[in-house]
C-alpha cells in the first residue's frame, strides 16, 4: 500500500508540483510557441494583485508574480484536498476526478479570475466556444490544467485516511 501524507503535505505536494507544470507549460509556449520572453508572463501574474503598472516592474515583480502563481495552486490544492475529505469518491478516482478539476479549474481562472483581477483587460472572448483567442493556447493551456487536476487528485488520494 502506498504511503500516506497528511493534508498539508497533499496541499502543498499538489500546489507546489501543480504549479511547477502550469508555470512550465505557461513560460516554455510563450517562449517556444509565442517566440516572446518568457518572464513578462510572471509580471502579468502579479499585475493580477498589483496593478497593470507590475508590468514594467523588474525582478520584484518576476519574484511576485511566481510567489503569487504557487499561492493561487496551492488553494486550489486545498480546495480539492479538503472537499475530498468529505467527498472521498473524488480522490478516490484521481484519473476521472482530477482531469475534471483541471477543466473547471481552466475555466474558473479564465473567466471569472481574470476578469476579476487588476491585470490590464484581457480581449473580450465570450462569444468563443472555449477560452482563449487561439486554438493551440486553448489546447495547451487546457491540458496542462488537466495536469495539475491529476497531481493535485493524486495528492489528494494520498492524504485519504486508511479503509
Do not use: W
Request: charged share 10%; aromatic share 12%.
Amino acid at each position: 500500500m502506498a504511503q500516506k501524507i497528511g493534508l498539508v503535505g497533499a496541499i502543498l505536494g499538489g500546489g507546489l508540483i501543480g504549479g511547477a507544470i502550469d508555470i512550465s507549460y505557461a513560460l516554455g509556449f510563450t517562449y517556444f510557441v509565442r517566440g516572446r520572453p518568457p518572464l513578462p508572463v510572471l509580471k502579468y501574474v502579479a499585475s493580477g494583485l498589483f496593478g497593470p503598472n507590475a508590468m514594467e516592474g523588474g525582478d520584484e515583480m518576476i519574484a511576485a508574480g511566481l510567489v503569487l502563481h504557487f499561492f493561487i495552486v496551492c488553494l486550489m490544492a486545498a480546495t480539492f484536498v479538503l472537499v475530498s475529505q468529505k467527498l472521498t469518491f473524488l480522490a478516490r478516482a484521481p484519473f476521472l476526478f482530477g482531469p475534471l478539476y483541471g477543466v473547471f479549474l481552466y475555466y474558473f481562472m479564465n473567466c471569472i479570475t481574470l476578469p476579476l483581477a487588476r491585470a490590464r483587460p484581457i480581449p473580450d472572448i465570450s462569444h468563443l466556444p472555449m477560452v482563449g483567442t487561439h486554438t493551440d493556447a486553448f489546447i495547451g493551456g487546457l491540458l496542462a490544467h488537466i495536469a495539475v487536476g491529476v497531481t493535485i487528485a493524486l495528492f489528494a488520494r494520498a492524504a485519504l485516511p486508511a479503509r
